[in-house]
């Protein structure tokens, strides 16, 4: 019986799962999407699909050794179950939002469910940040995934819960990626074509982009991804703090060191042209910040998503950028493993299973790029 851990990552529209191995051999895969994903308590039907996905992938000589989940961000989820997701608008609320309060991009949505939805938030006792409510549907145990200590300004804490009049004990305590979050509660799922390990473990994967970056080694200074979907965004990792116009900077998962971010929002709606045009400029930003900081840039870029598959897309960027373009190996398989998001998830689970000592040592095992054979 092949050894394997359930990796689970909720959509905006739909829910993805794979079976992944310590060594990073997708087993399995499927995406199911939601069939309300719009609706106010969409939430609601994470339990369900992931029921759904456990039986799409059953396969009988795979024992489950625990289970990941990470998901899209900033959302936050109600113990109800309402939902209020990463890209609603918050600008009603944006006035009650003290100085302390200003960086966290969670208050800005809690406030808007405490305003839009007052009954519900007399009614409830916990909030989620996103992913983590399938987590207590699974386990019963409430907690918040924080990639890492320098991302608390990002959620949220003491300070700025109470210039917000927002009680504390709504929001569950902060867990770290590969932290056990509690045992899976369900005996039913031995029924759906999966062997489950006993006790098994549901572990913190965290949000989507941290796992994505995860999921493609991005995890030591100097290396540089490509997320690229309906909107994309470049990502480097570095041991200096960049500055640029443009430029987002935000912890890394791993301690002392920090991604540096040239997002294209829109790029799902540009043409090819513009798309790449913006591309240059974001590498072009991205290697003057590192110039003036005295940090090596690199001639090679990872690329995940949508893109991965587009042999078409990846010379074009090749050669318009002038660099060496890795993507997913191949493992004898048709296509590239897309879902880099899943392959971070498989390296917290296994971290957290203690086969690897670090986030970082297990997506050098887990994680495996070649180049793509068209880069120059």
Same mark, same amino acid.
């Given at each position: 019986?092949?050894?394997?851990?359930?990796?689970?990552?909720?959509?905006?529209?739909?829910?993805?799962?794979?079976?992944?191995?310590?060594?990073?051999?997708?087993?399995?895969?499927?995406?199911?999407?939601?069939?309300?994903?719009?609706?106010?308590?969409?939430?609601?039907?994470?339990?369900?699909?992931?029921?759904?996905?456990?039986?799409?992938?059953?396969?009988?000589?795979?024992?489950?050794?625990?289970?990941?989940?990470?998901?899209?961000?900033?959302?936050?989820?109600?113990?109800?179950?309402?939902?209020?997701?990463?890209?609603?608008?918050?600008?009603?609320?944006?006035?009650?939002?003290?100085?302390?309060?200003?960086?966290?991009?969670?208050?800005?949505?809690?406030?808007?469910?405490?305003?839009?939805?007052?009954?519900?938030?007399?009614?409830?006792?916990?909030?989620?940040?996103?992913?983590?409510?399938?987590?207590?549907? !699974?386990? /019963? @145990?409430?907690?918040? $995934? +924080? &990639?890492?200590?320098?991302? =608390?300004?990002?959620?949220?804490?003491?300070?700025?819960?109470?210039?917000?009049?927002?009680?504390?004990?709504?929001?569950?305590?902060?867990?770290?990626?590969?932290?056990?979050?509690?045992?899976?509660?369900?005996?039913?799922?031995?029924?759906?074509?999966?062997?489950?390990?006993?006790?098994?473990?549901?572990?913190?994967?965290?949000?989507?982009?941290?796992?994505?970056?995860?999921?493609?080694?991005?995890?030591?200074?100097?290396?540089?991804?490509?997320?690229?979907?309906?909107?994309?965004?470049?990502?480097?990792?570095?041991?200096?703090? !960049?500055? /640029? @116009?443009?430029?987002? $900077? +935000? &912890?890394?998962?791993?301690? =002392?060191?920090?991604?540096?971010?040239?997002?294209?929002?829109?790029?799902?709606?540009?043409?090819?042209?513009?798309?790449?045009?913006?591309?240059?400029?974001?590498?072009?930003?991205?290697?003057?910040?590192?110039?003036?900081?005295?940090?090596?840039?690199?001639?090679?870029?990872?690329?995940?998503?949508?893109?991965?598959?587009?042999?078409?897309?990846?010379?074009?960027?090749?050669?318009?950028?002038?660099?060496?373009?890795?993507?997913?190996?191949?493992?004898?398989?048709?296509?590239?493993?897309?879902?880099?998001?899943?392959?971070?998830?498989?390296?917290?689970?296994?971290?957290?299973?203690?086969?690897?000592?670090?986030?970082?040592?297990?997506?050098?095992?887990?994680?495996?790029?070649?180049?793509?054979?068209?880069?120059?």
């Amino acid at each position: 019986m092949t050894d394997a851990v359930l990796c689970v990552d909720i959509g905006t529209t739909s829910l993805k799962a794979g079976l992944i191995t310590a060594r990073g051999e997708v087993l399995s895969f499927c995406s199911l999407p939601f069939e309300e994903p719009h609706d106010r308590f969409v939430a609601c039907s994470w339990y369900d699909v992931f029921f759904k996905a456990v039986r799409e992938l059953g396969q009988l000589d795979v024992q489950v050794s625990g289970v990941c989940i990470s998901g899209n961000g900033p959302t936050v989820v109600t113990e109800s179950g309402l939902t209020f997701r990463w890209n609603e608008d918050t600008g009603a609320v944006s006035e009650l939002i003290p100085d302390c309060a200003r960086s966290s991009l969670f208050i800005p949505k809690i406030l808007s469910i405490k305003n839009q939805f007052p009954q519900v938030w007399k009614k409830h006792e916990k909030l989620f940040s996103g992913p983590e409510y399938l987590i207590y549907l !699974l386990t /019963g @145990q409430a907690v918040t $995934i +924080l &990639p890492e200590e320098r991302f =608390e300004k990002a959620y949220w804490n003491d300070e700025m819960l109470e210039a917000c009049a927002i009680r504390k004990n709504l929001l569950p305590p902060f867990v770290k990626p590969g932290d056990k979050c509690g045992v899976l509660s369900l005996d039913d799922l031995k029924l759906q074509g999966l062997s489950f390990a006993e006790n098994c473990p549901v572990i913190a994967g965290g949000p989507d982009f941290v796992v994505a970056l995860i999921g493609t080694g991005t995890l030591v200074s100097g290396r540089l991804c490509d997320r690229c979907g309906s909107s994309e965004g470049l990502n480097f990792c570095t041991d200096k703090v !960049l500055h /640029g @116009q443009g430029l987002r $900077i +935000l &912890p890394s998962v791993i301690p =002392e060191l920090w991604n540096a971010s040239y997002l294209i929002p829109n790029s799902g709606e540009l043409s090819e042209a513009e798309r790449l045009a913006e591309l240059e400029r974001g590498v072009t930003c991205l290697k003057v910040a590192a110039s003036e900081a005295g940090v090596h840039f690199p001639c090679e870029m990872a690329v995940t998503g949508g893109q991965t598959n587009d042999e078409l897309l990846l010379r074009e960027k090749a050669e318009r950028l002038g660099m060496k373009i890795l993507r997913p190996a191949d493992e004898g398989k048709n296509s590239h493993f897309v879902h880099s998001e899943l392959m971070g998830d498989a390296c917290a689970a296994w971290f957290g299973l203690g086969l690897y000592a670090s986030l970082q040592d297990a997506a050098a095992q887990i994680v495996k790029l070649e180049p793509y054979n068209g880069a120059v």
